[in-house]
Protein backbone atom coordinates (compact mmCIF):
# COMPACT_ATOMS: atom_id res chain seq x y z
CA UNK A 1 0.00 0.00 0.00
CA UNK A 2 1.62 3.90 -0.93
CA UNK A 3 1.89 6.15 1.55
CA UNK A 4 -1.14 8.40 0.47
CA UNK A 5 -3.28 5.64 0.56
CA UNK A 6 -2.79 4.84 3.51
CA UNK A 7 -3.42 8.28 4.90
CA UNK A 8 -6.71 8.47 2.52
CA UNK A 9 -7.78 5.44 4.46
CA UNK A 10 -6.77 7.25 8.32
CA UNK A 11 -8.37 10.41 7.42
CA UNK A 12 -11.37 8.70 6.08
CA UNK A 13 -11.91 6.64 9.03
CA UNK A 14 -10.87 9.65 11.51
CA UNK A 15 -13.72 11.69 9.46
CA UNK A 16 -16.58 9.14 9.88
CA UNK A 17 -15.67 8.43 13.70
CA UNK A 18 -15.80 12.57 14.57
CA UNK A 19 -18.97 13.17 12.21
CA UNK A 20 -20.96 9.69 14.23
CA UNK A 21 -19.56 11.02 17.59
CA UNK A 22 -21.08 14.77 17.43
CA UNK A 23 -24.96 16.46 17.13
CA UNK A 24 -27.47 14.98 15.10
CA UNK A 25 -25.94 12.45 13.58
CA UNK A 26 -25.10 11.01 16.76
CA UNK A 27 -28.49 11.22 18.12
CA UNK A 28 -29.93 9.40 15.46
CA UNK A 29 -27.47 6.36 16.01
CA UNK A 30 -28.09 5.97 19.58
CA UNK A 31 -31.85 5.93 19.04
CA UNK A 32 -31.77 3.84 15.75
CA UNK A 33 -29.10 1.91 14.87
CA UNK A 34 -27.74 1.16 18.59
CA UNK A 35 -30.76 -0.06 20.05
CA UNK A 36 -31.50 -2.61 17.00
CA UNK A 37 -28.04 -4.40 17.19
CA UNK A 38 -28.75 -4.25 21.14
CA UNK A 39 -32.07 -6.23 20.55
CA UNK A 40 -31.29 -8.34 17.96
CA UNK A 41 -30.57 -11.47 20.01
CA UNK A 42 -33.64 -11.13 21.95
CA UNK A 43 -35.58 -11.04 18.56
CA UNK A 44 -33.58 -13.93 17.83
CA UNK A 45 -34.80 -15.90 20.61
CA UNK A 46 -38.64 -14.95 19.30
CA UNK A 47 -38.96 -16.31 15.80
CA UNK A 48 -42.82 -15.85 16.17
CA UNK A 49 -43.30 -13.15 13.34
CA UNK A 50 -46.12 -11.89 15.56
CA UNK A 51 -43.87 -11.81 18.97
CA UNK A 52 -40.77 -9.75 16.89
CA UNK A 53 -43.62 -7.45 15.76
CA UNK A 54 -44.51 -6.72 19.17
CA UNK A 55 -41.21 -6.77 20.99
CA UNK A 56 -40.08 -4.22 18.35
CA UNK A 57 -42.80 -1.75 17.56
CA UNK A 58 -44.50 -2.06 21.16
CA UNK A 59 -47.23 -0.18 22.45
CA UNK A 60 -48.59 1.71 18.78
CA UNK A 61 -48.75 -1.89 17.20
CA UNK A 62 -50.41 -3.42 20.31
CA UNK A 63 -53.26 -0.65 19.74
CA UNK A 64 -53.80 -0.95 16.54
CA UNK A 65 -53.28 -5.03 15.77
CA UNK A 66 -55.97 -5.50 18.96
CA UNK A 67 -58.20 -2.70 16.55
CA UNK A 68 -57.88 -5.10 13.38
CA UNK A 69 -58.36 -7.80 15.43
CA UNK A 70 -61.81 -6.41 16.50
CA UNK A 71 -62.98 -5.18 13.02
CA UNK A 72 -62.11 -8.38 11.55
CA UNK A 73 -64.07 -9.96 14.10
CA UNK A 74 -67.26 -7.45 13.98
CA UNK A 75 -67.06 -7.88 10.37
CA UNK A 76 -66.00 -4.52 9.76
CA UNK A 77 -64.30 -3.39 6.01
CA UNK A 78 -63.60 -0.22 4.92
CA UNK A 79 -62.79 1.66 8.29
CA UNK A 80 -61.18 5.04 7.91
CA UNK A 81 -59.94 5.36 11.54
CA UNK A 82 -59.47 9.24 12.83
CA UNK A 83 -56.25 8.75 15.02
CA UNK A 84 -55.55 11.58 17.52
CA UNK A 85 -52.33 13.73 17.24
CA UNK A 86 -49.18 13.26 19.52
CA UNK A 87 -50.19 16.30 21.80
CA UNK A 88 -53.96 14.82 22.61
CA UNK A 89 -52.46 10.84 22.48
CA UNK A 90 -50.29 12.34 25.73
CA UNK A 91 -53.30 11.87 27.68
CA UNK A 92 -53.62 8.38 27.38
CA UNK A 93 -50.13 7.86 28.89
CA UNK A 94 -46.36 9.14 27.99
CA UNK A 95 -45.76 5.52 26.97
CA UNK A 96 -48.31 5.64 24.06
CA UNK A 97 -47.47 7.70 20.84
CA UNK A 98 -50.00 7.45 17.55
CA UNK A 99 -48.31 7.21 14.47
CA UNK A 100 -48.77 8.57 11.33
CA UNK A 101 -51.32 7.41 8.96
CA UNK A 102 -48.63 5.70 6.77
CA UNK A 103 -47.11 3.73 9.57
CA UNK A 104 -50.23 2.35 11.02
CA UNK A 105 -50.72 1.14 7.52
CA UNK A 106 -47.51 -0.27 7.41
CA UNK A 107 -48.31 -1.97 10.78
CA UNK A 108 -51.91 -3.24 10.05
CA UNK A 109 -53.42 -2.61 6.82
CA UNK A 110 -55.64 -0.64 8.45
CA UNK A 111 -56.50 3.02 6.90
CA UNK A 112 -56.14 5.92 9.09
CA UNK A 113 -56.02 9.13 9.36
CA UNK A 114 -55.10 13.08 11.20
CA UNK A 115 -56.59 16.20 11.80
CA UNK A 116 -54.93 18.30 8.75
CA UNK A 117 -55.16 15.52 6.47
CA UNK A 118 -58.32 16.02 3.42
CA UNK A 119 -59.72 12.20 3.86
CA UNK A 120 -60.94 13.47 7.65
CA UNK A 121 -64.25 13.90 6.73
CA UNK A 122 -64.51 10.14 5.55
CA UNK A 123 -63.63 8.96 8.94
CA UNK A 124 -66.19 6.42 10.48
CA UNK A 125 -64.06 5.35 13.55
CA UNK A 126 -62.26 7.46 16.51
CA UNK A 127 -59.71 6.78 18.96
CA UNK A 128 -60.50 8.94 21.90
CA UNK A 129 -59.29 9.21 25.69
CA UNK A 130 -61.84 8.03 28.40
CA UNK A 131 -61.70 8.67 31.62
CA UNK A 132 -59.43 6.20 33.34
CA UNK A 133 -56.94 7.75 30.38
CA UNK A 134 -57.09 4.27 28.19
CA UNK A 135 -57.82 5.18 24.70
CA UNK A 136 -61.26 4.09 23.54
CA UNK A 137 -62.03 2.65 19.97
CA UNK A 138 -65.30 4.11 19.13
CA UNK A 139 -67.77 4.30 16.13
CA UNK A 140 -68.14 7.64 14.57
CA UNK A 141 -72.19 7.66 14.12
CA UNK A 142 -72.62 10.95 11.87
CA UNK A 143 -71.72 13.94 10.14
CA UNK A 144 -72.24 16.13 13.97
CA UNK A 145 -70.43 13.37 16.21
CA UNK A 146 -67.64 13.31 13.55
CA UNK A 147 -67.41 17.30 14.19
CA UNK A 148 -67.58 17.10 17.62
CA UNK A 149 -64.69 14.28 17.28
CA UNK A 150 -62.61 16.71 15.29
CA UNK A 151 -63.00 19.36 17.62
CA UNK A 152 -62.26 17.67 20.57
CA UNK A 153 -59.05 16.26 19.33
CA UNK A 154 -57.53 19.07 17.86
CA UNK A 155 -58.83 21.81 20.97
CA UNK A 156 -57.08 19.30 23.53
Do not use: H
Not at 4 to 19: G, K, P, Q
Not at 52 to 67: A, D, E, G, H, T
Not at 84 to 107: G, H
Not at 116 to 133: L, M, Q, S, T, Y
Amino acid sequence: MNTRTLVLLIASILLVTIYFNVGQPNKWYNERIKPFSEDISAQLNEMGLEKRKRLRWNNPYIVFSSIKGYLKTAGIKNALILTPPPSYASKFSPAITMPEPVIVYYYTGLRSTTIGCEDIRKANFCIVANPNRIPSFIAILDSTDLNNRITELSTK
